[in-house]
């Protein structure tokens, strides 16, 4: 019997809380080891080839994830892709030895060692590929396996890590070995578990493709992606010019407390990311059986229930944000701390995005997606310059809390248009949601707040910081228990879907 959506969540969710200890650890060691500037330096690097993969991309990724979705059984799919794939990463690769030429490398990469840029080419391109075949398996319902092996090699990575620096040996050079070993054998278990689940439904995967059969697919591709591309290019163009105008106004050092604050937000966000591709393939399916009431439940169940997910860890981070800092960077990052507590709420809107996204590139309305990239790039680079740039350049000079506040509050406005924009296509209540998403935020962060001032009333604010945030953390999340028990309606749940949820719970082992 096919996995069911319950089923797959529970094992992706479990690997993603597998995860976070991991992930916690290793970005505990990088920014000790590596102190604000050499982390800027990496950061900086690595999240500009990151978003000229995404550009390379152009959709075609997710036009591979939604095609297998509805075709499971038709191996030359990933044939095509793979091809397409090897293309995409000659390309970075070339890239990042273009940048080696100082005229270039000096420009893009200010104040940033030029080695780094083919290292960091081929980290990003190990990084989309390994997230390619992660979500081929999602398409083909291996998501249980596929989980388990990335919980597994997670683990070994941040041993590997710890290894490395307790023993004085970390530095960028073994740092991007240690992600390339990580991420080779992420996507060798990925690609591993793919096949079996072919050999298991009698298909045999070939590298050879016939002509005719490559120019189908060409076809299919290019009609579902041509229109992505200005929206590639000018996500590509934004996402890199904001990092670069930190970059070029405030250097190494001020890039390293953003990347902190975005790397406290994208763990707050690992325990939403596993719904969220799950998510996409039922769209898809749904879409393709013209079932549109069905996908206007699934957002209207799932959507608000992420939310609170994501706004219990956000807040919690916000109220607890000194502590964190403390945690993560020491007394090196202390002005990290209001940019970790502003990103802290990114991944509020970042699981409302990613599911609105969904319903767009499931029903093949790419232009959408174009036309918003390119609104947002007016007044999400303004916002950018005005918030970044020195005074002298008619801007605020705010460094990486400029930067911080231009994210979450461009995010804030794209999602909710998105989401406006959805639910004109499939069948849901835009303003419940939106009133949703204020009421939910403002109760978590009033709750979060009042935990840590008791917490503080117990403990004190002596130097046993981690023992009262630990005490502030479990008074926090017997709050927020009893609150959702109580008014279901927090979390976008009735009294019926709790008792649901309970019998579910009572049913896990049987899964």
């Known amino acids: 019997m096919a996995p069911t959506l319950a089923r797959r969540y529970i094992f992706k969710l479990v690997a993603n809380l597998v995860s976070v200890p991991v992930y916690l650890i290793m970005e505990a060691i990088l920014p000790r080891a590596l102190g604000p500037q050499t982390y800027g330096n990496y950061s900086f690097a690595t999240s500009l080839f990151q978003q000229f993969s995404g550009f390379l991309d152009m959709g075609t990724s997710t036009c591979f994830y939604n095609s297998l979705s509805r075709r499971q059984g038709e191996a030359g799919l990933f044939t095509f892709y793979l091809y397409l794939g090897l293309i995409i990463g000659a390309l970075m690769l070339l890239a990042g030895c273009a940048l080696l030429w100082p005229a270039a490398g000096r420009w893009l990469m200010p104040d940033v060692p030029l080695y780094y840029a083919p290292l960091a080419a081929l980290w990003a391109f190990l990084t989309w590929w390994g997230r390619v075949l992660r979500s081929m398996n999602d398409a083909l319902g291996a998501t249980i396996p596929s989980e388990m092996w990335r919980a597994l090699v997670s683990a070994a990575?941040?041993?590997?890590?710890?290894a490395l620096f307790f023993t004085g040996e970390l530095n960028t050079g073994t740092l991007f070995c240690q992600q390339y070993l990580l991420l080779g054998a992420t996507a060798m278990g990925f690609w591993l578990v793919s096949r079996r689940h072919w050999l298991h439904m009698g298909i045999h995967c070939q590298l050879h493709i016939r002509p005719g059969q490559m120019r189908a697919y060409g076809r299919e591709f290019f009609d579902y992606s041509h229109p992505l591309f200005v929206q590639a290019l000018l996500s590509f163009a934004m996402l890199a010019a904001e990092r670069w105008l930190l970059q070029w106004f405030d250097g190494s050092t001020q890039q390293g407390f953003f990347a902190l604050s975005q790397k406290v937000s994208m763990a707050c966000f690992l325990f939403v990311s596993?719904?969220?591709?799950?998510?996409m393939r039922e769209f898809s399916i749904s879409w393709g059986k013209g079932d549109l009431a069905a996908m206007g439940g699934l957002?209207?169940?799932f959507a608000p229930l992420?939310?609170?997910i994501a706004a219990y860890f956000s807040c919690f981070t916000v109220a607890?944000?000194?502590?964190?800092?403390?945690?993560?960077?020491?007394?090196?990052?202390?002005a990290a701390i209001l940019p970790v507590q502003i990103m802290a709420l990114y991944p509020l809107h970042q699981a409302y995005g990613q599911i609105a996204g969904s319903v767009f590139h499931a029903s093949g309305k790419t232009k959408i997606l174009r036309n918003m990239t390119a609104m947002e790039c007016l007044y999400g680079l303004g916002a950018a310059w005005l918030l970044v740039a020195p005074a002298s350049l008619y801007g605020l000079g705010l460094g990486a809390t400029g930067l911080a506040i231009k994210t979450v509050g461009v995010q804030f406005i794209s999602v909710n248009i998105y989401l406006w924009l959805a639910s004109r296509i499939?069948?849901?209540s835009f303003w419940r949601n939106l009133a949703h998403q204020i009421v939910c935020l403002l109760v978590f962060l009033g709750v979060a707040f009042g935990c840590r001032d008791i917490s503080l009333l117990l403990c004190g604010a002596g130097q046993h910081y981690i023992w009262r945030f630990l005490v502030s953390g479990i008074i926090y999340t017997l709050a927020i228990a009893t609150l959702c028990a109580a008014l279901p309606r927090f979390v976008g749940m009735s009294r019926q879907d709790v008792k649901e949820l309970g019998i579910r719970f009572g049913l896990i082992r049987k899964f």
């Open 157 to 162: 990575g941040v041993l590997l890590l710890a």
């Open 274 to 279: 596993a719904m969220t591709p799950l998510l």
């Open 299 to 301: 957002l209207s169940r």
């Open 306 to 308: 992420l939310y609170a």
């Open 320 to 334: 607890e944000g000194k502590a964190l800092v403390e945690i993560f960077g020491g007394s090196e990052f202390l």
């Open 426 to 428: 499939i069948p849901f």
